[in-house]
């Protein structure tokens, strides 16, 4: 009799879950929260799909490669118009999302210091919040799957470009997409100074540590005068020519202070 009690509580339980929402098998109350939500998948297996060839790439870089407290949530709403694009008054389509139906989501997590990661089939300009030290989002458009491994790899470029905006990076070339006057065009660092005076009080010690991979080059921020620390990275993908798989070791050592510090300050 008890084991029969047992299990229709189990299969209650399972009929209560709610359907939209996968959790992580294991959370970190003290790490950081990556939430993808799905906008115009057909199915869980296309999306978790997506999902998982990112954070395989995401793994091959650092500082990401050697951090593990993450929470992995996937959305799959039940709405199907939550995102729509925005072309008036708009120099490039751009995604829109309803807040009050994201936030009827978002209200069933516990997710801490997180990343919204919206991944929709629409075509748009992609793009990320570009804020330090606070909760922010990524929109980021992949009308395909990723299936073929020229496609994990640039759609893993591109992703990793932008959660480093997501997480205070600039652009490290002369032409920035964002807005005029927004946090992406101003010289405030971490890798973007606006003189060189500056920029050696900021990264001068990683300039002598690592002379073949630390300087001082011009353009960043959509500025020719300000001061980046590398030739190429991950956040300079308008010159293809210095390109590498890395953020470089000033936008690394600023990485890693902000996720390690997720478990020294409780959280940010």
């Not at 990401?64 to 799959?76: L, P, T």
């Not at 210091?113 to 990320?128: G, M």
Request: glycine share 6%; hydrophobic share 40%; aromatic share 12%.
């Amino acid at each position: 009799m008890k084991r029969i009690i047992l299990l229709i509580l189990l299969l209650l339980i399972v009929s209560c879950r709610d359907k939209s929402i996968q959790l992580p098998d294991r959370t970190y109350p003290l790490g950081l929260s990556l939430i993808f939500f799905a906008d115009g998948y057909k199915s869980w297996q296309e999306f978790n799909q997506d999902i998982d060839v990112l954070l395989r790439q995401m793994k091959l870089v650092e500082p990401w490669k050697s951090y593990s407290d993450y929470n992995i949530y996937r959305i799959m709403p039940e709405e199907t118009s939550i995102c729509t694009i925005k072309i008036k008054d708009e120099r490039r389509p751009v995604i829109r999302c309803n807040p009050k139906l994201v936030n009827k989501y978002f209200n069933k997590l516990r997710a801490g210091y997180l990343k919204l990661i919206v991944l929709s089939r629409q075509r748009f300009e992609s793009w990320a919040n570009v804020v330090k030290d606070r909760n922010s989002g990524i929109f980021l458009s992949l009308p395909y799957p990723l299936i073929s491994r020229q496609e994990e790899q640039s759609g893993g470029i591109f992703f990793l470009h932008l959660l480093g905006h997501s997480f205070g990076l600039k652009d490290e070339e002369y032409f920035v997409l964002a807005k005029a006057n927004s946090a992406a065009h101003k010289p405030d660092g971490p890798n973007c100074a606006p003189d060189i005076e500056t920029a050696k009080q900021w990264w001068g010690d990683l300039a002598v540590k690592y002379p073949n991979e630390v300087g001082y080059f011009p353009e960043c921020a959509g500025n020719k005068n300000y001061i980046k620390p590398t030739k190429g990275s991950l956040m300079n993908l308008g010159d293809l020519k210095y390109f590498e798989l890395t953020y470089g070791r000033v936008s690394e050592r600023y990485l890693k202070k902000i996720i390690l510090s997720l478990k020294a300050s409780g959280g940010l």
